[in-house]
């Protein structure tokens, strides 16, 4: 089977050749029809996350259908499609995972870090982290949801009730999650970076009340706001932003350093929190949420030969949404 593996930072993925996988107890072998690129993955392989000691596959926006189960496996069947996230194993028993906070496991492994990913023909992983993927999503186009929706969703509920939400950096992650707060009547406002004309252009498009650069005023104070980019200059501004009592939900894996800034902006009962991973209970909340509410994912597809040109398209902003990969492409469609 065709992979991409990472070996080293600042090196492109090599393909390689690998034998198909088994999978162990409790597991499930999937033929990989779709794996969303994420800005984690941009993340790892530009040496921002700890390299590990050995190749890995990225990617964990992965949907394939169950080619053979592991024993012990009795919630998925052959031939079942299924959606494989970030979180990919955890211990059961520790502090965290006892008390419904599986995301914070210290001893907690990740699909396309510790556990090789979907950036290939074929992907191993563990039935308990997979989530039933609603039918009337295509294959690419669910891929985002395994992540940039997910990861989004838990970001999403971290800023509470608020009827006036912001949103810095609009994304794979941005675009979904907007669909979600529009749709629940909430008033949205998408802040991106300057001149960025397309992304501006997708968020008007799919409802938000105003669509402007981070540095500009949307019409009204936010009640919360959630950064998605991953540039620590955001979090004053978007505390400047945001009224008394409101949140601001950093979303990401990683991030620039937060510069100083006045006490003033932060004082009146306003709070700065992080998402880490995401938890089943949140895979299986934004599943029942993607069924009910159709999420229009803007996808650009490219062949797993081109996963080191979709990075690199991420990178350099060059597509609003999300990019994916699809084995069985043959070139890539914007």
């Known amino acids: 089977m065709r992979t991409l593996e990472f070996t080293r930072p600042g090196e492109p993925l090599r393909l390689v050749q ?7 107890p409790g597991c499930v072998l999937l033929r990989v029809s779709a794996c969303g690129v994420c800005r984690t993955d941009l993340h790892i392989v530009d040496g921002e996350l700890p390299m590990l000691d ?23 069947t052959i031939g079942d499609r299924v959606g494989v996230p970030w979180l990919g194993w955890t211990c059961g028993h520790c502090g965290y995972c006892i ?11 990740f699909t396309g870090y510790q556990i090789d990913g979907g950036y290939s023909d074929y992907a191993v992983a563990d039935a308990r982290y997979c989530f039933q993927i609603p039918s009337h999503y295509g ?21 509470g009730v608020a009827k006036t939400l912001g949103i810095y950096g609009f994304g794979a992650a941005a675009h979904i999650l907007a669909q979600i707060a529009v749709a629940e009547g909430r008033t949205v406002y998408a802040y991106t970076r300057r001149g960025d004309k397309a992304a501006q252009t997708l968020a ?19 009640e919360a706001a959630i950064i998605f980019a991953p540039v620590g200059a955001l979090v004053p501004q978007a505390l400047a932003a945001t009224r008394k009592g409101g949140t601001v939900v950093c979303a990401g894996i990683h991030m ?5 800034f006045p006490y003033g902006i932060l004082w009146g009962e306003r709070r700065i929190i992080s998402v880490a991973n995401l938890t089943r209970h949140d895979g299986d909340a934004f599943f029942r949420a993607a069924a009910r509410i159709r999420i229009e994912t803007t996808v650009h597809r490219y062949p797993l030969i081109a996963a080191n040109q979709a990075l690199s398209d991420l990178r350099e902003g060059r597509f609003a949404g999300a990019a994916v990969l699809v084995p069985s492409c043959n070139h890539v469609i914007r």
């Open 204 to 222: 008007r498009r799919l409802g938000v009340a105003w669509a402007g650069a981070s540095e500009e005023t949307a019409p009204d104070t936010l």
């Open 256 to 260: 620039s350093d937060i510069p100083s």
């Open 139 to 159: 294959d690419a186009e669910a891929a985002p949801l395994l992540c940039a929706g997910l990861i989004g969703f838990r970001a999403y509920a971290m800023a």
């Open 18 to 24: 690998r034998d198909k996988p088994q999978p162990g």
């Open 54 to 76: 050995h190749p890995l596959v990225p990617g964990h926006e992965i949907v394939g259908v169950v080619e053979m189960l592991g024993t012990g496996v009795d919630n998925i």
């Open 99 to 109: 008390s419904g906070r599986e995301n914070l496991c210290d001893a907690a492994r």
